[in-house]
């Protein structure tokens, strides 16, 4: 495996969720999307970090970035789900009552 075949499959991954992120409107699928995007990120970075620099203390900050984003997304279904429960709305124009 070569940073050329990681790239690649970052790359891959990133297009799939900026897809997945624009063109659904469900918000689960759009959350769906943006983790998506991010895990492309992460592996890109994780890429470089191994082929660049083989040091493995790095990559104890991506363990953190991904616990992080992991809580993030948890807390992000959690919002929909109650956004769900409680009006029925599982699309994204239908969430501009959030913000009151």
Known sequence: MTLQTVLLVAAALFSIGLYGAISQQVVVMVMMGLE???N????AAAGFWWF???NPSGQ??????IAVMTLEMAMGFAM???LHRDHEADMTD???D???
């Open 36 to 38: 998506l995007m991010i």
């Open 80 to 82: 929909a789900a109650l």
């Open 52 to 54: 660049l620099v083989p």
């Open 98 to 100: 959030l913000a009151e």
């Open 94 to 96: 239908m969430a501009g």
């Open 60 to 65: 104890v900050l991506l363990m953190v970035i």
């Open 40 to 43: 492309g990120l992460i592996l």
